[in-house]
Each structure stands twice: as structure tokens, then as C-alpha cells.
């Protein structure tokens, strides 16, 4: 009888323990999968398109989306320092964005596009760092 409630009470303890990982809080993908719909908002205004008039450069939405994407970046949970230190270039390269991008003034959108290269190469960091057999875009 003793032994069979010592299983049972184990049984309780691996289940959790499951539970805890599968669960658990904001991983990384969750918050990349939020992160790529904004990372390719801000990208598809370039400032390339041709057709000016037709085409304005979206200053609102780049804004909108890199203050999203810095507010989503902000929840993720960091296991060691280099881990953080990415997130910290990450978030950095993106308030540059929600700058420029604000200000809607002369030379913005260069200064978005500059931004936005760093941020590739930040966002690809850590996924060359922790996840490099994945072929993550970026
Ligand atoms: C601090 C580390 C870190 C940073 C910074 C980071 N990522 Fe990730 N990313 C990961 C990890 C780890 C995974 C793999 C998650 C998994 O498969 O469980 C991932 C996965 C992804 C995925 C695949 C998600 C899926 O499963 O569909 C995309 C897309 C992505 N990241 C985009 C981005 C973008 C865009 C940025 C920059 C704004 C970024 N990531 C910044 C760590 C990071």
C-alpha cells in the first residue's frame, strides 16, 4: 500500500514538472512569432517603392509597429548575460526606429533603413548564437 502511493505521488511529479515546461512563461518563439509581424511591417517600408505620391512612406506605422515590437521584446525572459545583452541591441535599434521614424522629418526614412540593418543583424545574433542549425530568417 506505502509503495503504491509513493508511485502515484511520483506520478504527480513528472506530470508537473511536463506541464511546467511545456507551458511555462513568453519563450522565445512566442515572442519572435509576434516580432516577425512587425520586423516585416517596418521592412516593407523601405522607402523603395516606387509611385511617391501613390506610395507615401508610412511613418505612423513604422512607428507604431517598432514600439510594439519593443514592447514585445521587453518579455523575454534571459537565462544567461548574452542572452540579455542581444535583447539590449535589439531594443536599442528599435527605439532609433520609433525615433526616426517619429519625427517623420528629412532623412528619416535613411534613418530607419540604417536602423532597420542593425536591428537584421541583432535579431540574427541570437539566433546564430542559440539556434544556429535553424536557418532562422533573420
Ligand atoms: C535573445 C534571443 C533572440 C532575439 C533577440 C531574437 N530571437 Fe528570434 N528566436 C530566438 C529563439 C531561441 C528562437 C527559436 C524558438 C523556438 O524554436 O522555440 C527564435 C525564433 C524566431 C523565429 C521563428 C519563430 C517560429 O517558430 O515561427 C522568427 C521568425 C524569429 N525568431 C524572428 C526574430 C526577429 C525578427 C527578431 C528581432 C526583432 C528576433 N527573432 C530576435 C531567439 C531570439
Known sequence: MKVKNFFVAGFIVVGMFMASTTVGFASDGDIC???????????MNDGLLPGDEFNPYDYKGVEAAAKKALANEAKRTH???NHAA????????????????GSAGEGAVESVGHSMRFLYLSCKAC????QTEKRLRP
Request: no cysteine.
Open 33 to 43: 512569432k509576434e516580432q516577425i509581424k512587425h520586423y516585416q511591417l517596418i521592412k
Open 127 to 130: 539566433h546564430k548564437v542559440y
Open 86 to 101: 542581444i535583447t539590449k541591441l535589439v531594443s536599442h535599434h528599435l527605439q532609433n526606429i520609433v525615433t526616426a521614424a
Open 79 to 81: 537565462g544567461d548575460k
